[in-house]
């Protein structure tokens, strides 16, 4: 639905009056017009401010507009950040002695589709003035955006620039009038979370959901099933749960879906993965004849027409599950010595007159084919790729991870990339500075324009052997948050901030909100990440 006049004429006049004071503060582009830093993170796409402070009513109401505006994810949006915005200072909240200046948050959301598929427009626009002072004759907040998710978006921005002032015990909107239109670089900005190597309850899941949204981060790879454990129920093929740690340390179907359904409502993507043929020897717990021998359990029986039965039976419940268009195969780290050793499989392999690297090629392959008839976009780890890329389905996106280079390869042949490079965002290596992290550029060594697009994204990876409930969230933040603006803010904003200036004393500002959130972020400069502060001293700095 086309923005009224009335709202033309409000976005215009601020818009003006935010230029005007910009320019006459002459401030760079990661600051607001009174020379302090932009305290949003990620940084915005495009940005102007004033010097005025406005008053935001503790009663903040929504006024839901467009075609999209009267979703209920929209309504949920808005009543989750005024709790995130007031309910930590509503017992000392007082009346604002001139009365509010912002009493209402308009929504306009142009479309009414909630299909979240990758590449949904995640763009917003927001507006924010007081009424009179000649700026402009309409007081209050407006976002717009062309989809819900996009309105979620800047439901956060819009939360982060909500600040409790302790003085008059309000909160309040400073460096008004803002103008922010913004949107992300890439697509595809993902969290890895191992839960195979220790269980994560789902209520930690939905912690770390919930901790995704705040940065922008949109897609949560699921890395269910491993070597280690098989937690997630199929129902076709019910004893491979048998692979659990626990009888209490499963996820049943509902559990799956309503983590999909959580993450939904704040705009993220699930991307599960099941890792064959080479990470799978809890599979064979509940059914042993997916092991090649006893003493041979994995890679997964290559020369068994049964184990492509399970794997189609996985992926058929899977899907049911899993909406989101992209579906992690794994196929990293194939160790197919003992397939040589094994007599049955050996002698497939002769009869057929392939090596095991053939055998290798042959399962990845085949296992795309399923997920592929199943309306899936398959995803591999770069050892496919580096083995056999020129066999690879067209379709696959090949996901990077073992160091740098990769992604230029990839899409000079044609594929899709994700960047990963376990030296940089890989956040289970500890010894990784956050400058480390933020400064890691899923385009590097990629010039050409056509070639750039087929870089998805980035994700960082958590994986699981040595984290679980006690240290997950302080081991993903604040480092997860160096990348997530690489992912989000535009080449030229970033290259423009001063490391150890601008970007730390931001950092830091986005770890404090963190823990204001109830998010156990680590401090920022750690020699060891998640580790806790080495002595007294407040968020800002440590």
């Known amino acids: 639905m086309p923005p009224t006049l009335l709202t033309y004429l409000f976005l215009a006049l601020v818009a003006v009056s935010g230029a005007a004071a910009a320019r006459r503060h002459r401030s760079p582009a990661n600051f607001t017009a009174s020379g302090n830093p932009v305290y949003i993170w990620p940084l915005p796409k495009n940005f102007t401010s004033g010097t005025q402070t406005l008053a935001v009513d503790p009663d903040l109401a929504l006024d839901a507009q467009g075609p999209g505006g009267g979703a209920a994810a929209v309504a949920e949006a808005f009543e989750r950040y005024r ?52 700026n402009s004759i309409v007081g209050g907040a407006t976002i717009e955006a062309n989809t819900i998710y996009g309105a979620i978006r800047g439901l956060e921005t819009f939360s982060q620039l909500c600040v409790f002032n302790y003085d008059t015990k309000n909160v309040e909107v400073r460096y008004a009038p803002w103008y922010i239109q913004d949107e992300p670089r890439f697509a595809f900005r993902g969290l890895l979370l191992d839960t195979s190597r220790h269980y994560y309850p789902v209520d930690v899941i939905k912690q770390v959901i919930d901790s995704m949204s705040f940065a922008k981060l949109n897609v949560l790879h699921w890395h269910i099933i491993d070597e280690q454990s098989f937690p997630l129920e199929i129902p076709s093929y019910p004893n491979l749960w048998k692979g659990s740690y626990s009888k209490s340390e499963r996820y049943t179907v509902e559990d799956a879906q309503y983590i999909v359904s959580y993450a939904k409502k704040r705009g993220i993507h699930v991307m599960a993965e099941i890792d064959v043929p080479g990470h799978a020897e809890s599979w064979g717990n509940g059914y042993p004849k997916l092991w090649p021998s006893p003493s041979c359990t994995e890679p997964l029986d290559v020369s068994s027409n049964f184990t492509f039965e399970v794997i189609s039976g996985i992926l058929s419940d899977m899907r049911k599950i899993f909406p989101f268009g992209l579906f992690h195969l794994g196929g990293d780290e194939v160790y197919t010595g003992c397939w040589n050793l094994t007599p049955h499989v050996k002698q497939w392999l002769g009869e057929r007159n392939m090596t095991t690297k053939d055998a290798y090629k042959y399962f990845v392959l085949r296992a795309q084919e399923i997920a592929i ?155 060891y990440a998640r580790r806790p502060p080495i002595g007294p001293g407040s968020c800002f700095i440590q």
């Open 83 to 134: 709790h995130l915005i007031f309910s930590p200072w509503a017992h000392a909240a007082r009346p604002a002695s001139g009365g509010y200046d912002v009493a209402r948050l308009t929504v306009v959301v142009a479309s009414a589709n909630e299909t979240l598929e990758l590449g949904v427009d995640e763009s917003y626009t927001i507006y924010i003035a007081a009424a009179g002072g000649g």
């Open 373 to 527: 008839h199943l309306n899936w976009i398959p995803v591999n780890w770069e050892e496919t790729f580096n083995s056999f890329g020129e066999n690879l389905n067209p379709l696959t996106v090949v996901h990077n991870w073992l160091g740098p280079g990769v992604c230029p390869k990839v899409v000079a042949k044609g594929l899709r990339c994700i960047m990963s490079n376990q030296g940089a965002w890989y956040l289970d290596h500890l010894d990784v500075p956050w400058e480390e992290v933020y400064a890691e550029e899923p385009l590097a060594g990629i010039s050409d324009m056509a070639q750039q697009k087929l870089v998805l994204g980035g994700e960082v990876c958590l994986w699981g052997e040595t984290a679980d409930t006690s240290d997950a969230l302080q081991t993903i933040w604040p480092r997860a948050a160096a990348a997530a603006e690489r992912m989000w803010t535009p080449l030229e904003a970033i290259s423009a901030q001063d490391l150890e200036t601008t970007v730390v004393a931001r950092l830091h500002y986005f770890r404090c909100l963190l823990n204001h959130r109830g998010v156990a972020a680590a401090p920022v400069t750690n020699f």
